[in-house]
Structures are given as structure tokens and as C-alpha cells.
């Protein structure tokens, strides 16, 4: 199938190649180069279990192989779901030399979202652990499978860990031990173009479900470099990765790719505890490692306990959504590092705070952008550009922010400006040394500590409930999650509570985080002039706390 994709156009490409910003290497090929040039260094530590470059470029074939096998190749999308360890980036990786494209599903993903997934993608395969959080991931294979049904693209789902009793599923450890070293691959990178898709991120979605995000090779490894570059990094560096591997934020802004492109050590943390984390930087010397903002106060707390010896660590990321000035301040002290505020988002964009910047900066701010080809603009209700200081909606383009989201023609025509600024929803001032402070946000989605959700995607399941005739979900500020999420629900009969509508979308299939954290009645939903829900009424309506 020839499809046209929304992406940079020849002259943009151009000045991008020379700027050198993209160099034309895909991360399979980056892969070998860099087990040519440090194969000794350590490159991955997941508990006991320790890769070198060497070590992991090996792995890589191994499982390229395996997947190989199973009819995997250039360009076929595989959803990959798994947690915080060592296989998420063997699989990865393995995809990678085989020119294949991994799609970041987020582990507290469901039915709903996964199967959704694999419709958009046109998967061949999932990639999923046996159980991860209590949750068993062969039974919502079990589902997905059975929803697709024999004329869905999906052909192999394959087990990390015990696939269970005569599934057809694939063991991964059988895919990796298997396949005959000679079978190849002969390439690095299965002949894919460092143009092309290497991977698909997944957007917090404001319109239903999520949306795919394709990024290139070329496009991602600067976004991967530009940031270890602000964030000096270099082969002594390690670090830590707490948030989940399939966020940009831990996978690219530096983060595993950043670190490894710069020669360092990724270390997988199983959990974002502080105090399995400082374990993990007292072993391993951890020296960069990054945090949403729900996790710091108790970051900040186990520091406190003075037990832990936090010397080799020297610079916390914090981002996904805002960190309250007064964590800000607290942080970087309390901890002895350099703190660095993260605004950034799937679609590209990043911005960061400098490590040389003045404390008010740092605290107070959300960064610049990384790139100097990053365009920012920030406009009216009207498009207009607005004076530096002046809240507005922020735009940007630019060499590694998309074009298009993936096969979603109608959603790119209102997603972008017809210049190919994409329209990131959020409300922003920016001050004259080009720092960015994030004041809010005109898209439809609600920030759970970093979390997001699309309020429409929540709305439609919310009306599936039999008791449920009109609903509205709208963002609350929350001391613990910055925000949180209310259902203003219009009923007949016995409203249902809290749980009920739990249990009900989770039955629905939708990922527990979507589930709203308050159910409010209401006799009816007032609306705009226009005729729009007022959601500015409705969390008015809340008692303040
Ligand atoms: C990151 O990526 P996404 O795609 O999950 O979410 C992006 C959105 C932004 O448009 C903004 O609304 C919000 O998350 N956000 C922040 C923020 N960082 C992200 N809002 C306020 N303050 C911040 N520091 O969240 C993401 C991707 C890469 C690096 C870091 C975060």
C-alpha cells in the first residue's frame, strides 16, 4: 500500500541535513557503530543481569532473528507493551534491525486502548509480559485477539515470561534461543532509509483515542541528542530509568537513547520508588535519572531519612506536567542535584531548563527548546502572534516535531496551521531569554500528575453506563496529582458512584488511569453561549478545598 505521510518538505529536509541535525543513521545502524566503538562498556543493567554494547548489539540480532522468523520485516508495526525492564529494549532494538516499527503502548494499557492500537498501526504483532502489576496481559491478548478476529493484521503475540497453556503464543525466550545465528539478519537496520518511520509514539489524545505519532530516525535521534547535549552527558553518565521505557520522556529526552548514543549505562528501575531507586544509584552510580511531578515529594521525604548515599547523582529531571515552584525549590537541595524542568511532549517539541541556569529560571520556569531550528510561536484566540510575557496558545514546528499524525487525514487538516505549525494546545508565556512557563491549556484533556486523558475518549464511555444519560469530565487542581479528574454525570435512576464507574469502564476495557477520581450528579450540564458544555462552570460548581 503507497500511503502519503504528512512530513517536512525537501527544502526543510535539506536545511535540517546540513544544519546536522539529521544524519541519516538509523538506529539500527547506531547500534552497530556503537558496539564497534565501546563493545566492552556497559551499556544495559536490569537487576542481576548486565549487557554490554557488544553484548546488546548481539542480543539485537538474536532477536531480529526470532522476529524474523515470524514474518516480521521492514516497515510491519509491532505493538510493544511491556515494563520498566532489560527485554523492552532488546525487543527494540531487535525491531530496529529489522527496519520493523515498535508502537509505545503504556503498561496500564487495556483492551480498549491496545486493540485500538493495532487497528490504527495495522500490527502484526503485540509484544506483552505474562503478568505485570497483577494484571495478566495473555488474557488481554486473549481479547484483542478475539476482537481483531482472522481478518485483523494481527498475527503473533509473543510472551515475555510464561505464555500459558496452548495459546498459540509465542514465548519470547523460545524466539531468542531458536533462530540459527547464520539465518542473519545480513543488515543492520533490514535496509530501512533513516527517512523513514522508526517508531510511533502515542499522543495524550484529546479527540477519542490516542493518536500515533510517527517518528523518524532521523527525526528522534536528534531529539535523543539535542537533549543529552544540554544535558552534558558523555560515556561516563548513567542513567536511571524510573518513568515507564514507552514515554518520550524516559525513552528520548535524554534518557535511553540519549544515554546510549553518548557511550553511558541505562539502568532499569522496576518501580519509581525513591527507595528502590537510590538502591539502584548507590549500585550503579547513577547520575541522571527523571521524575514526574507526583513522585517528588516523596523523593524529596526518603532523602530526608539521610540513609542513602546519593553522591554520584547529579542532575533530576522533572516533567510531564507542572511542578509547583515550592517542589522546585525543594528538590535540588534536598537531594544535592541540579534540577532541570522537562516541558515536552510526544509530538516533539522539548524544552528544558539549563543546568547553568540562574535558580529562579530553573524553579519557575518550563525551559526553552532544545534545538535552535526549533520554531515557537505563541497566538491569540485568532492566530496572532502574541509579545513576549503575553499567555497564549503555543505553536511550533521543527526538525524533530511531526507533521502528521499517522493515518488520521481529517484530525491533521485542525491539528496544524497550513504552515505545518502543530497546534499543541497548551497556554504558554514565554520570556525574553525564550523560557517557556506553561499557565495552561486550551485542549480538552486532563493532566493526572503527568498522566493524560482525553476527556471526550472518558465521555463516550461514561455514557455506556446504563444509569448515565450526559457526562462531562473536567481537570480539578489536586494537591497530589495537580490534577485530578471529576465526572459531572447527569443520571436517571440511583447515580452511580466512584467504584461503579470503575468497575464499568474497566469492564469497558479502558486503562484503570482513565477512570475519574470523583463522580459528581448533576441535574443537567450547563452549557456555553455556543452551546458547548461549560466545563469552566462546572469546576466552579466543586467546593473549593
Ligand atoms: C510529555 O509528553 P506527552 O505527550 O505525554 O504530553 C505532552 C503534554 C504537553 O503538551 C503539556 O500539556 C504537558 O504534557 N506537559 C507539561 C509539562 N510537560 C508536559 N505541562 C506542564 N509542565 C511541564 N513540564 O509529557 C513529555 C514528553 C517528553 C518529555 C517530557 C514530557
Known amino acids: 500500500m ?7 518538505s525537501e527544502a526543510e529536509s535539506a536545511r535540517y541535513r546540513a544544519a546536522g ?51 516480521i520485516g521492514r516497515g510491519d508495526r509491532v505493538v510493544v507493551q511491556l515494563p520498566n525492564r532489560a527485554e523492552f529494549l532488546l525487543v527494540w532494538f531487535g525491531l530496529q534491525r529489522l527496519g520493523a516499527v515498535p508502537v509505545h503502548a503504556m503498561p496500564g494499557h487495556r483492551r480498549r486502548e491496545i486493540g485500538h492500537l493495532v487497528r490504527v498501526a495495522g500490527a502484526v504483532a503485540c509484544v506483552v509480559p505474562d503478568r505485570h502489576a497483577r494484571f495478566d496481559h495473555r488474557e488481554l491478548m486473549r481479547g484483542v ?9 494481527l498475527r503473533h503475540v509473543v510472551v515475555v515470561g510464561d505464555p500459558g497453556p496452548d495459546e498459540g503464543f509465542v514465548p519470547f525466550e523460545a524466539l531468542r534461543a531458536e533462530a540459527p545465528a547464520e539465518s542473519g539478519p545480513a543488515t543492520d537496520d533490514g535496509g530501512a532509509d533513516a527517512a523513514d518511520v522508526a517508531l510511533l509514539l ?14 523518524t530516525h532521523d527525526d528522534y535521534s536528534y531529539n535523543a541528542r539535542a537533549c543529552a547535549e544540554v544535558c552534558a552527558l558523555d560515556a561516563r553518565s548513567v542513567y536511571l530509568a524510573v518513568l515507564p521505557l514507552g514515554f518520550n520522556f524516559a525513552f528520548a529526552c535524554p534518557g535511553v537513547l540519549g544515554t546510549l548514543m553518548a557511550g553511558g549505562t541505562v539502568v532499569v528501575a522496576p518501580d519509581p520508588s525513591p527507595q528502590t531507586a537510590y538502591a539502584l544509584v548507590e549500585r550503579e552510580g547513577v547520575t541522571l535519572t527523571s521524575l514526574t511531578p507526583p513522585l517528588v515529594p516523596h523523593w524529596i521525604d526518603e532523602a530526608a531519612s539521610g540513609t542513602w548515599d546519593l553522591g554520584s547523582l547529579s542532575v533530576v529531571q522533572v516533567g510531564g506536567a507542572r511542578l509547583p515552584e515550592d517542589h522546585a525549590r525543594k528538590l535540588g537541595p534536598a537531594l544535592g542535584v541540579t534540577v532541570q524542568q522537562v516541558f515536552g511532549m510526544a509530538e516533539g517539541l522539548i524544552n528544558l531548563t539549563r543546568l547553568d541556569d540562574p535558580e529562579d529560571l530553573v524553579c519557575a520556569t518550563q525551559g526553552r527548546p532544545v534545538s535552535p531550528d526549533d520554531e515557537v510561536l505563541v497566538v491569540d484566540a485568532d492566530g496572532r502572534p502574541v509579545p513576549d510575557g503575553t499567555a497564549g496558545e503555543l505553536l511550533t514546528r521543527g526538525p524533530y516535531t511531526l507533521r502528521g499524525y499517522y493515518r488520521v487525514e481529517e484530525h491533521n487538516r485542525t491539528a496544524f496551521t497550513p504552515d505545518g505549525h502543530y497546534r499543541s494546545g497548551d497556554v504558554v508565556r514565554r520570556l525574553p531569554s525564550g523560557h517557556l512557563v506553561v499557565v495552561g491549556r486550551i485542549k ?8 493524560k486523558v482525553a476527556a471526550v475518549e472518558v465521555e463516550e464511555q461514561l455514557l455506556t453506563h446504563p444509569a448515565i444519560t450526559a457526562a462531562a469530565l473536567v481537570g480539578v487542581p489536586d494537591e497530589r496529582w495537580g490534577e485530578r479528574s471529576v465526572a459531572f454525570v447527569v443520571c436517571t435512576g440511583t447515580a452511580p458512584g466512584v467504584r461503579e464507574v470503575a468497575a464499568h469502564l474497566r469492564e469497558r476495557g479502558l486503562a484503570g488511569y482513565k477512570a475519574p477520581d470523583e463522580v459528581v450528579r448533576v441535574p443537567a450540564l450547563p452549557l456555553t453561549a455556543v452551546g458547548k458544555v461549560d466545563k469552566a462552570a462546572l469546576a466552579q460548581e466543586l467546593p473549593r478545598p
Open 444 to 451: 480538552d484533556q486532563i493532566n493526572r500528575g503527568g498522566e
Open 145 to 153: 485477539r478475539a476482537e481483531q478476529g482472522a481478518g485483523g493484521s
Open 202 to 215: 502515542l499522543s495524550g489524545g484529546t479527540t477519542g483515542l490516542p493518536k500515533l505519532i510517527p517518528r
Open 21 to 71: 541535525h539529521w544524519q541519516g543513521v538509523t538506529f539500527g545502524a547506531r547500534l552497530r557503530a556503537s558496539a564497534a566503538a565501546h563493545g566492552g562498556r556497559v551499556a544495559l543493567v536490569d537487576g542481576e543481569r548486565r549487557w554490554t554494547y557488544a553484548e546488546l548489539d548481539t542480543e539485537a540480532d538474536r532477536v531480529a532473528r526470532g522476529l524474523r522468523g515470524l514474518g
Open 2 to 8: 503507497t500511503e502519503t505521510r504528512r512530513t517536512w
